[in-house]
């Protein structure tokens, strides 16, 4: 996990995220992303995982200062595009 949490710390600091705090956390980026690309990977097409996770952060970012705390968008977010590739009604 630290190779993980080492890459995520350095991709943040590249694109000049790091400051995001909590949003860039590899506590908890790492669960949020991997469980939404699983759930899209195994019930829509593996193609659309990295597509759906790239999605994700554009709708973050746009809506970030909109509303709820950006941890608690972005995790709803994953859950409802998580939801939706298993067929389940969103949350």
Do not use: C, K, N
């Not at 469980?35 to 899209?40: C, L």
């Not at 990977?41 to 973050?60: K, N, Q």
Request: a negative charge; zero cysteines.
């Amino acid at each position: 996990m630290s190779d993980l949490s080492d890459w995520i710390d350095e991709v943040a600091r590249e694109l000049g995220i790091d400051e995001l705090g909590e949003l860039v956390e590899p506590a908890v980026v790492t669960p949020l992303v991997l469980d939404m690309t699983r759930d899209v990977a195994h019930g829509v097409a593996r193609p659309a995982a990295p597509i759906s996770a790239y999605l994700l952060g554009l709708a973050v970012g746009r809506a970030a200062g909109s509303g709820p705390g950006e941890p608690e968008l972005a995790q709803g977010f994953a859950d409802r595009l998580a939801a939706r590739a298993r067929g389940d009604s969103p949350p």
